[in-house]
């Protein structure tokens, strides 16, 4: 009964919120409501949760190994004033030139280009290899990251990497100083991008998965001939554990009838006015433009039990797999749909 006394007090608040994803806002006015109702349809029944505090490292952002396909994936070439050629490149090493503390278990870490100016070399959607081996380890830790640094930017990188206890690779990262070094790889491409695609795409992300959406998302608003709408849908276990919030913040301030960002965490403080508990799929439901809408793509990225429950998982990191979860259950199709 109190699930269905929430939903029908959401249900004004869901219309306003479809209009946005099917026929964009009217400028101006509170998004108060517009959240409030968010928070109603997020603590309807059948949540998910898949990005609890585990033990196991993040498999879509630099925890799993990078296989085989990934590490064979790097292009023949890339724009000559890129640092990361392709082809035969092969591993170039880079220095560590500072670190940013951003909570907890997460820091961002700049590394220096080779060349001052030169830009990385990366494309819209791509993600670069990290590698490294201990002096006790029979084999390198080879693990992929996309970079949050503009890809226009000169001279250097950055990462934003969230430290797992049993992620090797992590691990190592936040050990690093100033000055040491780490081995990169790249490009590995994965969704190719270019201005107007999509009318409406959707990002929906979970923990550390926010990499490659906020990588999409910059470079769409930053390209004034590209007019496509964004909506992010992302899950946290606390407040604290919001990557790049300001990033987003800024984007919905400057582009509020093209951008919304919705959050939902496991952990709220006492005031939280967004999503509590789970991604559901009445949340889905109400956010994410409608399926029968033809030219839209949903992108999806985060630790594997978000896979599960939102998309199903990938077959392999070059194989999409097929399309399951909620957003099969909503009436997305397999071309609507691509996994991180």
Known sequence: MFARHVFR??????????HYATGGPSSGGSSTALYSGIAAAA?????????????KP???????????????????????SGSFTGGEQGF???????????????????????????VSGLQI??????????????????????????????????????????????????????????DFKGPIPKYPWSANKHDHIALIAGGTGITPMYQLARAIFKNPEDKTKVTLVFGNVSE????????????????????????????????????KGFITKDLL???????????????VCGPPPL??????????????GELSGVLKELGYSQEQVYKF
Do not use: C
């Open 9 to 18: 007090t959401a249900q004004p608040l869901k219309n306003s919120i479809r």
């Open 43 to 55: 603590g309807l029944g059948g949540g998910y949760y898949y990005y609890s505090q585990q033990k």
């Open 58 to 80: 993040n498999a879509a952002e630099g925890g799993a190994p990078a296989s085989k396909e990934e590490q064979k994936a790097v292009p023949a070439s890339t724009p000559k």
């Open 92 to 118: 170039i090493s880079l220095k560590l030139d500072s670190v940013e503390e951003i909570n907890h278990n997460t820091k961002k870490f700049r590394f220096s280009l080779p060349d001052k100016d030169n």
């Open 125 to 182: 959607t791509s993600a670069l290899l990290t590698k490294y081996q201990g002096p006790e380890m029979e084999k390198p830790v080879i693990r992929p990251y996309t970079p949050t640094s503009d890809g226009d930017a000169k001279g250097f990188i950055e990462l934003v990497v969230k430290r797992y206890p049993e992620g090797p690779m992590s691990e190592h990262l936040h050990s690093l100083k100033v000055d040491e070094r780490l």
């Open 240 to 275: 604290e554990d919001i990557l790049l919030r300001q990033e987003f913040a800024d984007l919905e301030n400057q582009y509020p009838q093209r951008f919304k960002a919705f959050y939902v965490l496991d952990n709220p403080p006492e005031n939280w006015q967004q999503g």
């Open 285 to 299: 439901k109400t956010v994410l433009p409608e399926p029968k809408v033809e030219n839209i793509k949903v992108f």
């Open 307 to 320: 896979y599960k429950a939102i998309s199903g998982t990938k077959k392999s990191p070059t194989e999409q």
